[in-house]
Nanobody, 115 residues
Framework: QVQLVESGGGLVQAGGSLRLSCAASGSFFSLSAMAWYRQAPGKQRELVAS???????NYADSVKGRFTISRDNAKKTVYLQMNSLKSEDTAVYYC?????????WGQGTQVTVSS
């Protein structure tokens, strides 16, 4: 199974950028579909972006054109480049891995966008 650790969150002004990283350890990273989710206070966790084993990507409508998900299998890391950030992007961002061995979540990283 894959263990995940997110980093890169922080406080940024509206219109700014951040890049989140999710470092994986253990086996099967290259065989895992990876995704970023977020959860704002009082709201349900929602899918932000995903990337398949074959590098196909998918985005929530709210982030299309602003966020980019990518992965580096050699480094066992998945990234989320976030540009043109808005106050509504404020949330805890979680990384998730899904493989035939099951699913794994990271502990989350806080992103706060000030307006």
């Amino acid at each position: 199974q894959v263990q995940l650790v997110e980093s890169g969150g922080g406080l940024v002004q509206a219109g700014g950028s951040l890049r989140l990283s999710c470092a994986a350890s253990g086996s099967f990273f290259s065989l895992s579909a990876m995704a970023w989710y977020r959860q704002a206070p009082g709201k349900q966790r929602e899918l932000v972006a995903s990337i398949s084993r074959g590098f196909n990507t998918n985005y929530a409508d709210s982030v299309k054109g602003r966020f980019t998900i990518s992965r580096d299998n050699a480094k066992k890391t998945v990234y989320l480049q976030m540009n043109s950030l808005k106050s509504e992007d404020t949330a805890v961002y979680y990384c998730k891995a899904d493989s035939f061995a099951g699913g794994s979540w990271g502990q989350g990283t806080q992103v706060t966008v000030s307006s």
